[in-house]
């Protein structure tokens, strides 16, 4: 289960911008989400941005947000631009990376 106790399960939307690609960001992303219980997907945009679906608890969302902005050394972020997404939402069962949108 990925939520914590309250049962509270939030969807976001994430863009990265910055030097986000060719560097390793999504593979990161998604090891980082595994390991806190985050589920959902990322993948690259045409526009050389990040973007991510991340589905967990509210503390879990703000935790990935956190390092999406400033957790792999490497990275260099400009923005991180995030839309909670309202329900109905699919509930995702993983964190996976997906082709380039």
Do not use: K
Request: hydrophobic fraction near 40%.
């Amino acid at each position: 289960m990925n939520t914590d106790d309250d049962g509270t399960l939030e969807t976001r939307l994430v863009r990265v911008h910055g030097r986000v690609q060719g560097i390793g960001y999504r593979e990161a992303c998604v090891r980082r989400a595994r390991a806190l219980g985050v589920t959902g997907w990322v993948r690259n945009r045409m526009d050389g941005s990040v973007e991510a679906i991340l589905q967990g608890s509210p503390e879990r969302l703000a935790t990935m947000c956190a390092w999406l902005s400033e957790g792999m050394s490497v990275a260099l972020v400009d923005e991180l631009e995030v839309t909670e997404m309202q329900p109905p939402r699919a509930r995702f069962d993983n964190f996976e990376r997906l082709p380039t949108l």
